[in-house]
């Protein structure tokens, strides 16, 4: 499977924002679906993941109230609703599948590219 993000941008703080990760291959719907996100300051950082029928969600503590993640699969696509964005959320955001309940970058099989955004006070 082949991931592409895309809605990246620069936000002010305290915005909004959604992400999309948009995938090839007909199998996508039996894949977990993960986010994480990178910055120059730090490693890569698990947001969260969703399963394959959506039905399963799961955070990182610390974005736990601000993001939300859902997927469409008769669109190939999952999201990332971000809200309430600070300073700290600035890095590339990711997106990533796999096979089982990942919750660290390892455990995933399938990357994109990335996409950056940018929170400006």
């Known amino acids: 499977v082949q991931l592409r993000e895309s809605g990246g941008g620069l936000v002010q703080t305290g915005g909004s924002l959604r992400l999309s990760c948009a995938a090839s291959?007909?199998?996508?719907?039996?894949?977990?679906v993960g986010w994480f996100r990178q910055s120059p300051a730090k490693e890569r950082e698990f947001l969260g993941y969703?399963?394959?029928?959506?039905?399963?969600?799961s955070y990182a503590a610390f974005v736990k109230g601000r993001f939300t993640i859902s997927r469409d699969n008769a669109k190939n696509t999952v999201y990332l609703d971000m809200n309430s964005l600070q300073l700290e959320d600035t890095a590339v955001y990711f997106c990533?599948?796999?096979?089982?309940?990942?919750?660290?970058?390892?455990?995933?099989?399938?990357w994109g590219q990335g996409t950056q955004i940018t929170v400006s006070s």
């Open positions: 969703i399963s394959g029928t959506g039905y399963t969600t």
């Open positions: 990533a599948a796999g096979e089982q309940f990942g919750v660290e970058a390892a455990e995933y099989d399938h």
């Open positions: 291959g007909r199998t996508f719907s039996t894949y977990t």
